[in-house]
Every structure is written in C-alpha cells, then in structure tokens.
T-cell receptor, first 109, second 113 residues
Framework: RKEVEQDPGPFNVPEGATVAFNCTYS??????FFWYRQDCRKEPKLLMS???SGNEDGRFTAQLNRASQYISLLIRDSKLSDSATYLC??????????FGTGTRLKVLA | DVKVTQSSRYLVKRTGEKVFLECVQD?????MFWYRQDPGLGLRLIYF???????EKGDIPEGYSVSREKKERFSLILESASTNQTSMYLC????????????FGPGTRLTVT
C-alpha cells in the first residue's frame, strides 16, 4: 500500500462547479500535510498547508481528519485556470516528504 | 518570495557522460532536496541535505552523488549518465519549524541518449 494515495482522476467539472479531492495516508506519524498544484511539465507549487483545524484560502479549503487518516481539498467556483494536477504531500519528521501521484482536474468551459 | 533556481531547463547528454545539475535557493533555507519525477511514479527522493557538507541518501541514490559546499547551493552529479536516468529533476528547499513548507525550482528535463 502506498503511503499517500490519491485518486488519479481525471475529474472533469464545468466552470463554476465545486470539486473535492481526498487523499489518504497510512503513516500515522505524519505530522504535516500540504497540497501542491502542478501544471503540465512544470514544477509543483505550494497551494496550501493543511492544519488540524482546517484552513481556507479564497476558493480553496483544506481539511485534515487524523482519526480516518485523510486530507481533503475543496475548490469552489472552479475556474478554467484551476485545471492542473493536485499533489497531496505528507511529512514525517523533518525531511521525509511523501508525495501522492496526483489527482488531475480539468475544468471545462 | 522564495526563489529556487536550477542551472538548466533542458539538457541532452550522451550515455557515459558526467552530468552536473546545480540548484540555488535565496531564502537561507537549511534543507535542500533532489527529486526525480517520472510518469506514474510521482516524485522520488534522490538525496537531501540538512546542512552545509551534510547529505543523506533518499530512496533512489544509486548512480547519483551530491555536493553542498555552500548553504544556498546544492548540486546533483550523475557520474556516468545512463538512459534510465532520463527524467525530470526537481530541486527543492525547505525550512524547519514552524512551517516545513517545501519550495521547488523549475526543474531540469534531462535526456540521456
């Protein structure tokens, strides 16, 4: 079993829709979590850190559920520019970043 | 804004050549990392460094070495390039507490022929 698992998608949604991705992790020692966005042939870019209390940044909301060992990302009012691959990342200790293989999102006009 | 730069965006090398990939960060981060990314396999850690002259093997260090002589610079060396090292190479840096956020350079797409 992979340490961080994501549904690869693609998730095809119309503009303006709300879409949610889940990511499960198996290492209960993971302390910190992040969502990254990666465009085709580009580097991953940090979208947001995920806090135990949940956090929101504009149209994006991230939640952490330690009991069930998953994190989620909710995107409201999807834009065409949100089309990308979203990577879920867990951190154990200080250096061990575990990356999911990503969920592909396509927002359709 | 954190800035991580890599020496080349695209590189084509021949089998057996020695290859140097350089990475520089300007945020005084303690930690630096080299990953490779291949379709279907995600990001895999090659080496990381938590201080000048300190290095630790990641998950796939075979065929690679690294050098960190200055805090801001972390180099990846392919001693004798092989075709299975054709990949996208990503450098990253991070700080410790409180955020541990990791930032990536633009990547080097290396092709070994």
């Amino acid at each position: 079993r992979k340490e961080v698992e994501q549904d690869p998608g693609p998730f095809n949604v119309p503009e303006g829709a709300t879409v949610a991705f889940n990511c499960t992790y198996s290492n209960s020692a993971s302390q910190s979590f992040f969502w990254y966005r990666q465009d085709c042939r580009k580097e991953p870019k940090l979208l947001m850190s995920v806090y135990s209390s949940g956090n929101e940044d504009g149209r994006f909301t991230a939640q952490l559920n330690r009991a069930s060992q998953y994190i989620s990302l909710l995107i409201r009012d999807s834009k065409l520019s949100d089309s990308a691959t979203y990577l879920c990342v867990g951190l154990s200790g200080t250096y061990k970043y575990i990356f999911g293989t990503g969920t592909r999102l396509k927002v359709l006009a | 804004d954190v800035k991580v730069t890599q020496s080349s965006r695209y590189l084509v090398k021949r089998t057996g050549e020695k290859v140097f990939l350089e990475c520089v960060q300007d945020m005084d981060h303690e930690n630096m990392f080299w990953y490779r990314q291949d379709p279907g396999l995600g990001l895999r850690l090659i080496y990381f460094s938590y201080d000048v002259k300190m290095k630790e093997k990641g998950d796939i260090p075979e065929g690679y070495s690294v050098s960190r002589e200055k805090k801001e610079r972390f180099s990846l060396i392919l001693e004798s390039a092989s075709t299975n090292q054709t990949s996208m190479y990503l450098c990253a840096s991070s700080n410790d507490r409180p955020s541990y956020e990791q930032y990536f350079g633009p990547g080097t797409r290396l092709t070994v022929t």
